[in-house]
Every structure is written in structure tokens, then in C-alpha cells.
């Protein structure tokens, strides 16, 4: 790399204070859009958690709901809130979330991705996978938030592998978060029992716990390969575009990081809210 393509990243850090905090990464179970503006225990969380962490200078999201060929960042100064969803009460159209962007950020952060180019996104925004969970942690949208996209056309190593490029923004004030579900099988929810407290399928529940078991055991190798680890994977993951978030975040633990869980509770049969904490901020 050069110093030139270095530079972005050398002006970005210039505006952080001289402590080289590490922020904490999360993977974080979005669920339903609703979730954007109930008051329920999902996002009491969200917001125990805001309060909790000291303030980051940003916030990097790899988001569930931006599928791309290629990879992008949002690079604008000032990202729309994007309503991509039907079906639900006009006042979750209502919502904007006006958090700034950070167009030098994410400059810095696209020259930190080596292994392939990463595109400056100003059409983009921020999707519900995105202000849904960041608006209860930081109410008043003062952080700038940035997403990051998925490259759906690339196997689950290379979303891996690509994550672990940006290791070095957990030290330079940058919360990044994997926003997705681990289970996810939208064509098998039992809408009936959405209202019913943790309810999960028995299929649901065990790869939830295969899930955590491998996370627990920093078993990367067959977290990436999860279709290999036994039939239910495939009615947890049937598509994997709400799971290669967690690879996102799971990439970015340095090797002291414990990981813990919260919001462990399974929705309609076929989702988990299951979310993950690696490492303290230190």
C-alpha cells in the first residue's frame, strides 16, 4: 500500500484522540422492521448497549439488506434513510434517521480493503438492517454511520477473509457491526406464533446452539462452511444474505476477544434474535 492511498486513512486518524481505544465488534439479530420503533427487550438491549459502550467517532454496519455485485461503501455526507419493506404501519415509513455520513472515512476505509476495489457509494443509504438497531443505540444521530456492502456473488471465505482487512478501524474509534440473523427461514415462519415468547422450531433451536457452540469454540473453519455441519443448516441458512453478516463481525475479533450473547431468543418458529459481543472496549 501506498503512502498515498495511506493518506485518507493518516487524515481520518488525525481527527481521533491520542488514546488508541479498541472498540468492541457486534453481530447483532435484526429481525422485524418494528423493531425500529417498539419497546421491547430486542431493543432495550440496542439501547442498554449505546449507553454502555463510550461513544464511538462512527459506526460501520455491514447490513443483511444491501446486496451487491462488487463491493461498496456509503461514501455521502448525508445518507437517506431507506424504507425497504411492505406491509407494515405508516409509522415506520415515518421514521428518518438523519446520522451523518463520513465521506473521508469511508474513502480511508475502501483504501484498508486490499483484496479486491471497493466502490464509493452516493446512492445507497442507510437500510432498515441498518438505522432500525443504530437508532435505539444513538437516539439523537450524531455519530456518523456508514454501511458497508456484500458482495452476494462471492462464497462465504471471501466475505471472511475481506472483513479481517478492517481490524485496524477497532482502534481508531469505529464500531463495526454484522447486522443479519443467524437463523433466518422466512418461508417457514409460524406467523400465528409471533406473539408467543421464544418459540422456535426444534430444528431452529439446535443449529442456534450448533451456532454458538462453534462461536463459543472459535471454530471459524466450520462457521464459514456451515452447510457442511448438518441438514438443519440449510433451514437455518436457506439463503445466506442475513448469516454472511455474521462472518463480517466474526472476522474482526482479535485472538483475546471472548465473545458473549444476548437478545438469545428464537421468533416465529424459524428466526433467532441470537446477537454476539466479541471483546470489551480496553
Same mark, same amino acid.
Given at each position: 500500500?501506498?503512502m498515498?492511498s495511506?493518506q485518507?486513512?493518516?487524515?481520518?486518524?488525525?481527527?481521533l484522540?491520542?488514546?488508541d481505544?479498541?472498540?468492541?465488534?457486534l453481530?447483532i439479530?435484526?429481525?422485524?422492521?418494528?423493531n425500529?420503533i417498539?419497546?421491547n427487550?430486542?431493543?432495550?438491549?440496542w439501547?442498554?448497549f449505546g449507553?454502555?459502550?463510550?461513544?464511538p467517532?462512527?459506526?460501520?454496519?455491514?447490513s443483511?439488506?444491501?446486496?451487491?455485485?462488487?463491493?461498496?461503501?456509503?461514501a455521502?455526507?448525508?445518507?437517506k434513510t431507506?424504507h425497504d419493506?411492505?406491509?407494515f404501519?405508516q409509522?415506520?415509513f415515518d421514521v428518518?434517521y438523519?446520522?451523518?455520513?463520513?465521506?473521508?472515512?469511508?474513502?480511508?476505509?475502501s483504501k484498508l480493503? =486490499?483484496?479486491?476495489?471497493?466502490?464509493l457509494d452516493h446512492?445507497w443509504?442507510?437500510?432498515?438492517g441498518?438505522? =432500525?438497531?443504530?437508532r435505539?443505540m444513538?437516539?439523537?444521530?450524531?455519530?456518523p454511520v456508514l454501511?458497508l456492502?456484500i458482495d452476494?456473488?462471492?462464497p462465504?471465505q471471501?466475505?471472511?477473509?475481506?472483513?479481517?482487512q478492517?481490524?485496524?478501524?477497532r482502534?481508531k474509534?469505529?464500531?463495526i457491526i454484522?447486522?443479519?440473523?443467524?437463523?433466518?427461514n422466512?418461508?417457514m415462519?409460524a406467523?400465528?406464533k409471533?406473539?408467543?415468547?421464544?418459540y422456535g422450531?426444534?430444528w431452529a433451536?439446535e443449529m442456534?446452539?450448533?451456532f454458538k457452540e462453534k462461536?463459543?469454540n472459535?471454530?471459524?473453519?466450520?462457521?464459514?462452511?456451515?452447510e457442511?455441519l448438518?441438514?438443519?443448516?440449510?433451514?437455518?441458512?436457506?439463503?445466506?444474505?442475513h448469516y454472511?453478516?455474521?462472518l463480517?463481525a466474526?472476522?474482526?475479533q482479535d485472538s483475546?476477544?471472548?465473545?458473549?450473547?444476548?437478545?438469545d431468543?428464537?421468533?416465529?418458529g424459524s428466526?433467532?434474535?441470537t446477537?454476539?459481543?466479541?471483546?470489551k472496549?480496553?
Amino acid at each position: 500500500m501506498t503512502m498515498a492511498s495511506l493518506q485518507p486513512f493518516y487524515n481520518w486518524s488525525q481527527s481521533l484522540s491520542e488514546e488508541d481505544h479498541t472498540h468492541p465488534v457486534l453481530f447483532i439479530g435484526h429481525g422485524s422492521p418494528m423493531n425500529g420503533i417498539e419497546d421491547n427487550e430486542f431493543s432495550r438491549t440496542w439501547t442498554k448497549f449505546g449507553k454502555e459502550i463510550p461513544k464511538p467517532k462512527a459506526v460501520l454496519v455491514i447490513s443483511a439488506h444491501w446486496l451487491t455485485n462488487g463491493t461498496h461503501i456509503t461514501a455521502m455526507p448525508n445518507p437517506k434513510t431507506i424504507h425497504d419493506f411492505g406491509g407494515f404501519p405508516q409509522a415506520l415509513f415515518d421514521v428518518q434517521y438523519p446520522a451523518p455520513g463520513n465521506p473521508e472515512l469511508a474513502e480511508a476505509t475502501s483504501k484498508l480493503i =486490499t483484496s479486491t476495489n471497493v466502490g464509493l457509494d452516493h446512492d445507497w443509504g442507510l437500510d432498515h438492517g441498518t438505522w =432500525t438497531v443504530v437508532r435505539h443505540m444513538y437516539p439523537n444521530a450524531d455519530i456518523p454511520v456508514l454501511q458497508l456492502s456484500i458482495d452476494y456473488s462471492k462464497p462465504p471465505q471471501y466475505h471472511y477473509e475481506l472483513a479481517k482487512q478492517l481490524k485496524s478501524l477497532r482502534k481508531k474509534g469505529v464500531l463495526i457491526i454484522g447486522s443479519g440473523n443467524m437463523v433466518h427461514n422466512l418461508r417457514m415462519v409460524a406467523w400465528e406464533k409471533l406473539q408467543e415468547p421464544e418459540y422456535g422450531f426444534d430444528w431452529a433451536l439446535e443449529m442456534n446452539s450448533v451456532f454458538k457452540e462453534k462461536i463459543g469454540n472459535n471454530d471459524f473453519n466450520a462457521l464459514i462452511n456451515y452447510e457442511k455441519l448438518n441438514a438443519a443448516a440449510k433451514l437455518a441458512v436457506p439463503t445466506p444474505d442475513h448469516y454472511y453478516p455474521l462472518l463480517y463481525a466474526m472476522a474482526l475479533q482479535d485472538s483475546k476477544d471472548d465473545a458473549s450473547f444476548f437478545n438469545d431468543k428464537a421468533v416465529g418458529g424459524s428466526l433467532t434474535m441470537t446477537s454476539v459481543q466479541w471483546g470489551k472496549y480496553k
